[in-house]
């Protein structure tokens, strides 16, 4: 290769790679948040979106959006100590996730509100499982008619390929401190005494869980546990049962924030966001990130509903 073709190659790749650098240094390090033309007083906007996870969200183009706690809790803290702003909106659109990871949320939101903040949830497509679990902790709850939220309960799956393995000619040889170190692996069934403390540990979690909803939503627990069986409700079944306050839009719910911010006419709304990655910077985002009509809709949710990858999931 010449020195001219090393030049041109060089010009090229600096043409191709300084961009994306730059966009990966804007999306991390300046976007913290996002605001429209002020028109008045503000109102935020955060967004949960994605399965739930404990530790910190991601978005790929080549995987699904997570929303991670941690991720969540700190946009959260940004707002508890913004004193400019004085209400949110919580704009969920998740099938659920992680307990520990739902349960995180919903106690940063209540030290939030305990700060003085006022904070509205308006569910999108989905918001069941963990997604309604953070969602029980706000001041107030709309949905849309047609969302699809409830799915309270916990759910935990372990798959027993022993006879398939012992077929094929595999065999697993397991060294272990103790008789429950491997409970739940493929290469053996469950015993009796290990499906009883498996139950009693998804009994504890549920009732935290039915213990949260009960308290946040103000409804004495004995009633949650009724409908608390794993069913999913429309947001105008879940209104009928208390599950959601009034059915609207995310206009509805700005403008509600933006009365219990003591905001008369106008507002402006102050979104606030996790750095966005580099494939975000360059692509952009969407608000939903589990649309009807994505991974076959009401069949991907159900799946997320149904079962879980591994640990344990609010569902």
């Not at 706690?69 to 992680?98: C, H, M, W, Y």
């Not at 494939?279 to 969407?286: A, K, N, Y």
């Given at each position: 290769?010449?020195?001219?073709?090393?030049?041109i190659?060089?010009?090229?790749?600096?043409?191709?790679?300084?961009?994306l650098?730059?966009?990966a240094?804007?999306?991390?390090?300046?976007?913290v948040?996002?605001?429209?033309p002020?028109?008045?007083?503000?109102?935020?906007?955060?967004?949960?979106?994605?399965?739930?996870?404990?530790g910190?969200?991601s978005?790929?183009?080549?995987?699904?959006?997570?929303a991670?706690?941690?991720?969540?809790?700190?946009?959260?803290?940004?707002?508890?100590?913004?004193?400019?702003?004085?209400?949110?909106v919580?704009?969920?659109?998740?099938?659920?996730?992680?307990?520990?990871?739902?349960q995180?949320?919903?106690?940063?939101?209540?030290?939030?509100?305990k700060?003085?903040?006022?904070?509205?949830?308006?569910?999108?497509?989905?918001?069941?499982?963990?997604?309604?679990?953070?969602?029980?902790?706000a001041?107030?709850?709309?949905?849309?008619?047609?969302?699809?939220?409830?799915?309270?309960?916990?759910?935990?799956?372990?798959?027993?390929?022993?006879?398939?393995?012992?077929?094929?000619?595999?065999?697993?040889?397991?060294?272990?401190?103790?008789?429950?170190?491997?409970?739940?692996?493929?290469?053996?069934?469950?015993?009796p005494?290990e499906?009883?403390?498996?139950?009693?540990?998804?009994?504890?979690?549920y009732?935290?869980?039915?213990?949260?909803?009960?308290?946040?939503?103000?409804i004495?627990?004995?009633?949650?546990?009724?409908?608390?069986?794993?069913?999913?409700?429309?947001?105008?079944?879940?209104?009928?049962?208390?599950?959601?306050?009034?059915?609207?839009?995310?206009?509805?719910a700005?403008?509600?924030?933006?009365?219990?911010?003591?905001?008369?006419?106008?507002?402006?709304?102050?979104?606030?966001?996790?750095?966005?990655?580099?494939?975000?910077?360059?692509?952009?985002?969407?608000?939903?990130?589990?649309?009807?009509?994505?991974?076959?809709?009401?069949?991907?949710?159900?799946?997320?509903?149904l079962?879980?990858?591994?640990?344990?999931?609010?569902?």
């Amino acid at each position: 290769m010449n020195r001219r073709n090393i030049i041109i190659l060089v010009v090229i790749l600096a043409a191709i790679v300084l961009p994306l650098f730059v966009a990966a240094i804007v999306g991390t390090v300046i976007l913290v948040s996002r605001e429209k033309p002020f028109l008045g007083g503000q109102v935020a906007l955060i967004r949960i979106e994605g399965v739930i996870t404990a530790g910190r969200g991601s978005a790929s183009p080549f995987s699904e959006a997570t929303a991670g706690a941690e991720t969540i809790i700190n946009v959260l803290e940004q707002f508890r100590k913004d004193r400019s702003v004085k209400s949110a909106v919580i704009r969920i659109n998740s099938p659920g996730g992680s307990a520990a990871g739902s349960q995180e949320v919903y106690q940063e939101i209540n030290r939030v509100r305990k700060d003085g903040k006022k904070i509205t949830v308006s569910m999108g497509d989905v918001a069941a499982s963990g997604g309604y679990y953070i969602a029980s902790a706000a001041d107030r709850i709309i949905a849309d008619p047609a969302t699809l939220t409830g799915s309270i309960g916990v759910i935990m799956q372990t798959a027993d390929m022993s006879k398939l393995l012992e077929k094929i000619g595999i065999s697993y040889g397991t060294i272990k401190s103790g008789p429950h170190k491997d409970m739940g692996s493929i290469s053996r069934p469950l015993t009796p005494e290990e499906k009883a403390l498996l139950q009693g540990m998804i009994n504890d979690v549920y009732d935290q869980f039915l213990t949260d909803v009960a308290a946040g939503r103000k409804i004495p627990k004995a009633e949650v546990r009724k409908i608390a069986d794993g069913r999913i409700f429309t947001g105008r079944q879940a209104k009928k049962i208390k599950l959601v306050d009034r059915l609207g839009s995310l206009d509805d719910a700005m403008r509600a924030a933006a009365d219990d911010a003591g905001i008369k006419g106008e507002y402006s709304v102050k979104e606030y966001q996790r750095p966005l990655g580099l494939f975000e910077v360059l692509f952009g985002t969407s608000e939903s990130r589990v649309p009807f009509g994505h991974n076959g809709a009401v069949g991907e949710l159900a799946r997320r509903l149904l079962q879980a990858d591994s640990g344990v999931k609010v569902d």
